[in-house]
């Protein structure tokens, strides 16, 4: 991920005039060499480094909510006060300097250093964690942030350390991003966090009641606390053919490589099978490389279900101008060696095949280990499962919907990251209950699509502007409760609403 930014603004150090602040508003700047910001909240005056540790959004275009800002592009928060990660996907904390007042103007002086971390209430003997992605990945970091000491262990079943999997499908199989844009974090930040991160290493038996796990590879380990973060794996329809060498999921590092070195041997036509947000935005990412595209899929027009028909016009159109070719009301009746068969008979020409049809939660090992499952292991508002000192986190967690009643298991990035932190302080016994709006975020060439809260379905839509014109907002309403905001190119309007329904959430927990 690129962090080149042209620095502008002041020198915050040689002093802003305090009237050049607005409360609320941050003014960008620079200190120490990198963006940095001054915002003013009430009496007080905050400097923080204006560069989100995500993807290197710009902050000071963010939302300032209290002593917080949050980032306009993927919505990671941090503390004003102390740079301190709030809310995912933020990485690492902001840096953050002290800020003195003379003679009508505020001064960025020496940078803070943080505070060290509070002891848990709670040290189990040893926690490991099984899964290294998003939510896995959150978890062991969001320990030594939190003061855990103990021995912690990361396991992962694929062969990567913990990676930046949105970009898999978006900028990376775009031929945009290089592989060191990758990494969640950089060599060696695993061995000086005393981490031990262990790849390709699955996970077979789970006996919770000796605290202890197996590995295929069969070494054995004992845990205080256990976190289950094992994911999703995606669905490969059961057709003629689906076995071929040409073939492929797209969930993986591996999988987005094997695509890569297909295209680079000479793949010049594929078809996915799917119009998911990972079909669509592997069709795009497609096309960019200059290979020609079909999509196969059943429903009559992309992403409606979740978008509505006016947004999922667009981005079907996005598609069509790319170049893209639709097969809507068809499925794929087998795969050969050259085309893919559809279920009318059409023959479509294949030199590449990607699935792109969901996933499905990864329960096997909680299955074995006789845990509560319902679509997914069934935790509660700490996200513990069944088993004593047994969390789950991610795709595969399925939690009581703290402000629509009922249970959500949802599938985005952003909200395993949240899960991961918020389990890895419950198990430290902190007892907070997840309460987090989900967001996503998708990718279509040019076109990028935020999405805050979670509707299912609704009865009214509300729109504001039009989706041809690069700006557009639509609320999804239940009655009178709003349920989920969809927007292209309303960012802020897209953190006003993630900022409202946090309170909204919050209002219906106290009065539950």
């Known amino acids: ?61 963010g939302l300032v909510v209290g002593e917080t800002v949050r980032c306009p592009w993927h919505h990671a928060c941090f503390s004003l006060r102390t740079g301190a990660v709030l809310g995912p996907p933020g990485l690492s904390p902001l840096a953050c300097w002290a800020v003195e007042v003379h003679g009508g103007k505020a001064y960025a002086r020496g940078r803070l250093q943080p505070a060290p971390a509070a002891k848990p209430p709670r040290s189990p003997a040893s926690v490991v964690i099984i899964g290294a992605g998003a939510a896995g990945e959150a978890a062991a970091s969001g320990l030594r942030e939190f003061g855990y000491t103990g021995p912690v262990t990361l396991l992962g079943a694929e062969a990567s350390a913990p990676l930046d999997r949105p970009n898999l499908s978006k900028d990376y199989l775009a031929g945009h991003a290089p592989d060191d844009w990758l990494p969640l974090r950089p060599e060696g930040y695993w061995r000086e966090r005393g981490i031990t991160l262990l790849t390709g290493r699955r996970v077979v038996a789970l006996d919770t009641a000796a605290h202890r796990l197996s590995c295929a590879d069969g070494r054995s380990l004992g845990y205080g606390a256990l976190l289950l973060a094992t994911g999703a794996q995606p669905v490969q329809p059961a057709l003629p053919g689906a076995d071929r060498s040409h073939v492929h999921t797209l969930r993986t590092l591996a999988d987005v490589r094997a695509i890569i070195a297909g295209i680079e041997a000479g793949a010049r036509r594929a078809v996915v099978v799917g119009a998911s947000f990972i079909g669509l935005e592997a069709a795009a990412s497609l096309r960019a490389r200059g290979v020609e595209v079909h999509v196969v899929a059943p429903e009559a027009q992309p992403l409606a279900r979740v978008f509505g028909p006016r947004l999922a016009d667009h981005v079907r159109s996005v598609h069509d101008a790319m170049g893209t070719v639709f097969h809507l009301g068809r499925k794929p009746a087998a795969i050969h060696a050259a085309t893919v068969e559809l279920d009318d008979g059409t023959q479509v020409g294949a030199d590449l095949v990607v699935f792109g049809v969901g996933v499905r939660p990864d329960v096997a090992l909680a299955q074995q280990a006789g845990l509560r499952l319902d679509n997914g292991i069934v935790v509660d508002a700490f996200l513990a499962t069944s088993a004593p000192d047994v969390y789950a986190a991610g795709d595969v967690a399925n939690w009581p919907d703290a402000a629509g009643g009922g249970r959500l298991r949802i599938e985005h990035w952003a909200v395993a990251r949240a899960q991961g932190r918020q389990a890895a302080r419950n198990l430290l016994g902190y007892a907070e209950p997840f309460r987090s709006v989900p967001f996503f975020w998708s990718q279509h060439g040019e076109v990028a699509l935020n999405y805050v809260g979670h509707a299912q379905q609704w009865d009214r839509v509300e729109e504001e502007g039009d989706p041809a014109s690069g700006s557009y907002l639509c609320r999804y309403f239940q009655g009178e409760r709003l349920l989920a905001v969809a927007s292209l190119g309303r960012d802020l309007d897209s953190l006003r609403a993630e900022a409202a329904m946090q309170v909204e959430m919050q209002a219906v927990v106290q009065t539950a």
Do not use: F, I, K, N
């Not at 620079?30 to 204006?50: C, E, N, T």
């Open 1 to 61: 991920m690129s962090d080149d930014h042209e620095l502008t603004g002041p020198d915050l150090s040689q002093g802003v005039e305090l009237t050049a602040l607005r409360d609320g508003e941050p003014l960008l700047g620079r200190m120490d060499g990198q963006a940095a910001m001054l915002v003013r909240r009430g009496d007080a005056l905050h400097a923080v480094a204006a560069t989100c540790s995500h993807y290197s959004g710009p902050l000071a275009e």
